[in-house]
């Protein structure tokens, strides 16, 4: 053999490697495994402890770890990619087969899961409200807040985009829901008495009341228990194999206490992420 054939087959030796890491593989994870990373999908605003830019000018925070840790197991990279400006837009990024995932404290809903398909939750929140004390005196909500604000002639707010607009309009079927812009206007429109309530989840709002401990005066929080938050990593609908790949990762995080490990690292201590 000359000494061309020689180098080139000594080439095709070399190259078989990276070219079998898709061969015989479900066409997804094929995808993943010749591009050599792992596409997640975040919201473009930062939402700790899920994901920020901590100190450093690193991002952070559990979605963050997740996805590192997931594009590790593949023996990938990780691309965040962050265009979304609601969480819907999210969610169709990879619903479009722009993302391979969604790791973006993405709420389960039923209406997003006509588009794309859900991993087992990561992790469970509680939904929450804050009250605008003025407005809901009137009201007498102590009792049962959720039946109190569902009449007629109460406004209560959500972010647009998201899934608390969704969970507004079941909880409060009488009122009146308002779609705000962000949770900065959301928040500004309840203080200025436009709002009665806002619904958000646990975390976002416990964090708006540290910090704004004068806004307890006039702004009051109550967190519902019963109503929950069911957050879950989202994969195109055609990627089948894939969702049951992520679904035996948390499954196997949550048997060996790797899960609840980061669960606990993140959710319960913010110290790690840049303040409020």
């Known amino acids: 053999m000359s000494f061309v054939g020689l180098l080139l087959a000594l080439l095709a030796v070399l190259a078989t490697p990276l070219a079998a890491r898709g061969a015989d593989l479900p066409p997804d994870m094929g995808r993943i495994l010749t591009s050599g990373e792992l596409r997640v999908a975040l919201h473009r605003d930062d939402a700790p402890p899920f994901f920020a830019t901590a100190a450093g000018g690193q991002l952070d925070g559990l979605d963050i770890a997740l996805a590192r840790d997931i594009a590790a197991n593949l023996g990938v990279g990780v691309r965040f990619l962050r ?13 479009r087969g722009e993302a391979d995932v969604a790791i973006s404290v993405i709420s389960r809903t039923l209406s997003r899961a006509r588009r794309v398909r859900f991993t087992a939750p990561y992790a469970t929140l509680c939904q929450a409200l804050l009250l605008n004390r003025l407005h809901t005196a009137p009201l007498h909500l102590e009792a049962d807040p959720v039946a109190g604000l569902s009449q007629a002639g109460v406004r209560v707010g959500a972010v647009a985009g998201s899934a608390y607009l969704g969970f507004a ?51 009051r929080a109550t967190i519902l228990q019963a109503r929950k938050d069911y957050i879950a990593m989202v994969v195109n609908w055609r990627d089948t194999h894939l969702l049951a790949w992520l679904d ?29």
Request: proline share 4%; aromatic share 10%; hydrophobic share 40%.
């Open 169 to 219: 309009r079941e909880a409060f079927p009488k009122a009146e829901v308002v779609a705000c812009g962000t949770w900065e206007e959301a928040v500004a429109d309840l203080v200025d008495g436009r709002l009665h309530a806002l619904l958000y989840d646990e975390i976002e709002v416990r964090r708006w009341q540290k910090a704004h401990p004068e806004a307890s005066l006039y702004v």
């Open 83 to 95: 265009q979304g400006a609601t969480y819907d837009e999210v969610v169709d990024t990879v619903a």
């Open 248 to 276: 035996l990762y948390l499954q196997t995080g949550a048997e060996t206490g790797a899960l609840d490990r980061l669960r606990q690292r993140y959710l319960k201590d913010d110290s790690w992420s840049a303040p409020p």
